[in-house]
């Protein structure tokens, strides 16, 4: 059964740090590119922060320079380090692993976690 369970959200302060942790099971991790993305009440997912098998990465231009993503393939495991958060970050967050099995015919395997609330508020 693969399972990915986030950990690591919670209330902090403008200006404060959270590390969101996502841990997976039952999938080969390394083979994964993994997501972070994130959801305000009212609002559409987008897509926060990106780190491929390579670990390549990419992010959204509004955390570029507070938020950190990076993965830990012995422990299959990823973390979003976020440093400097502003109220408007304040948002579930959800992890996803996303992994391209075949081209032709195009077959992917995609799993999502249940997500992490943060709250950044005063």
């Known amino acids: 059964q693969v399972q990915l369970v986030e950990s690591g959200g919670g209330l902090v302060q403008p200006g404060g740090s959270l590390r969101l942790s996502c841990a997976a099971s039952?999938?080969?991790?390394?083979?994964?590119?993994i997501y972070w993305y994130r959801q305000a009440p009212g609002k559409r997912r987008e897509l926060v922060a990106t780190?491929?098998?390579?670990?390549?990465?990419n992010y959204l231009n509004s955390v570029k320079g507070r938020f950190t993503i990076s993965r830990d393939n012995d422990k299959n495991t990823t973390f979003l380090q976020m440093n400097n958060l502003k109220p408007e970050d304040t948002a579930v967050y959800y992890c996803n692993a996303d992994r391209i099995v075949s081209v032709l015919p195009l077959r992917r395997l995609e799993y999502w976690g249940q997500g992490t609330q943060v709250t950044v508020s005063s």
């Open positions: 039952g999938i080969s991790f390394s083979m994964y590119d």
């Open positions: 780190i491929t098998t390579g670990a390549d990465t």
